[in-house]
């Protein structure tokens, strides 16, 4: 098992970089294939030996190896996020299986959606969409729920509660964080979602306190709301068997 969790600790770091490229160029309309990375301050190409996750960080102390600027830190973060992430997942859903797989994918999309939304407070459309096809797909041809037509009614409820909460609050939760719920919907089914709901409410509500507590935060501004979902997602996926085994009755 330790060679199994190694394979998947350097897949997630392979991910992880992969996942930034993708948080940062979708938003801003960059193409994610048939173009070289580059440094974004002197325009140099980034060659092989730059590209490796962490490793190329570390080696350079976090600053670019053509100009010396420095580096964000939100490239290891991610890379080593998602290198851990998805090594306790391959852990909590050994051995392999469809399960696993749609967990991955789950783990997958936050990551992705967190970086959107920490760095332009947007979370693209195209992303959700491709995201909720093979949530689709999954459900429909693979690994249907029990009713199978559970996630679908998830996916609907949340879309339109939080879309009329929208509307009716002025605009207290956003479009896309909308949409990610239905997505997730699609992922988790009813109860689960409602976990999830649950529980990025309870971590938005004390991000937000804290934030505000630091002077990060002022009354009325907006912040970003995936860390929060993403942190409640990987809550339920990791502990929601032992969180729902305190309500038998559900």
Known sequence: MLTEVIVI???????????????????????????????PNCNSILQARDLF??????????????????????????????????????????????????ALLVLSLVIIVTITDLRYMRIPNVILLFFASLFVLIRLFI???????????????IFVTLSFISRLSGGGIGGGDVKFFAVLGLAFGFW????????????GTLIGLAAFAIGRLKTGQ?????????????????????????????
């Not at 970089?17 to 960059?30: D, E, M, T």
């Not at 290198?83 to 399960?99: C, D, G, K, Q, T």
């Not at 907006?222 to 559900?250: C, E, H, K, N, R």
Request: net charge neutral; hydrophobic share 55%; charged share 10%.
């Open 192 to 203: 689960d979602l409602l976990l999830v709901f649950f529980l990025s409410t309870l971590f």
């Open 222 to 250: 907006p912040f970003p709301f995936a860390p929060s979902i993403a942190s409640a997602v990987v809550t339920v996926l990791l502990f929601g068997d032992s969180i729902w085994s305190l309500y038998p009755m559900v």
């Open 53 to 102: 996750p962490v490793f190329s960080f570390l080696s350079t102390l976090g600053r670019c190896r053509y100009c010396s600027t420095r580096i964000s830190s939100q490239y290891f973060i991610a890379e080593i996020s998602t290198a851990f992430f998805f090594v306790l997942v391959y852990v909590r859903y050994h051995p392999l299986s469809i399960e696993m797989l749609v």
């Open 143 to 157: 690994d249907a729920h029990e009713p199978w037509w559970n996630p679908f009614f998830a996916a609907a409820t």
């Open 9 to 39: 600790l350097m897949l997630g770091l392979v991910f992880g970089s992969f996942f930034q490229v993708v948080g940062v160029r979708v938003p801003a309309g960059k193409p994610i294939a048939w173009s070289r990375s580059e440094c």
